[in-house]
């Protein structure tokens, strides 16, 4: 894994074989359009279902969450092993212990088109 994103290859097929099974602890980043800080943030783990270079890397919540399944995108560029310890979700209070990996995204909201009425 690097830090080096590249563009044209977002999908890394190696470390998509692993994640099946693994405890991922997700931060997402929601942001207007233009905007420099965030709108809204939320936290989320879980267990790797599968993870498909079309379909997305499927989990199955845990903690309050639990019985929920969340898809993220076919997109692992910004997975980073996770260092043993526990973790704090800032939205929830709920403490993870020792995920196998951190990823996050950020999600930008898209100008409307000017031909929308």
């Known amino acids: 894994m690097s830090n080096d994103f590249d563009e044209e290859h977002p999908w890394d097929a190696l470390l998509a074989k692993t ?12 942001f207007d359009v233009g905007a420099e800080e965030p709108f809204e943030q939320q936290q989320l783990f879980g267990r790797v279902v599968r993870a498909d270079e079309r379909e997305g890397i499927l989990l199955s919540l845990e903690g309050q969450r639990a019985g929920e399944q969340f898809n993220l995108p076919p997109d692992t560029r910004s997975f980073q092993e996770a260092e043993p310890g526990e973790y704090r979700l800032r939205t929830t209070g709920e403490v993870v212990v020792n995920p ?4 996050t995204f950020s999600i930008q909201k898209q100008a409307k088109s000017q031909c929308e009425s």
């Open 19 to 30: 994640l099946p099974g693994q405890m991922v602890l997700v931060g997402l980043a929601y």
């Open 100 to 103: 196998d990996f951190t990823v």
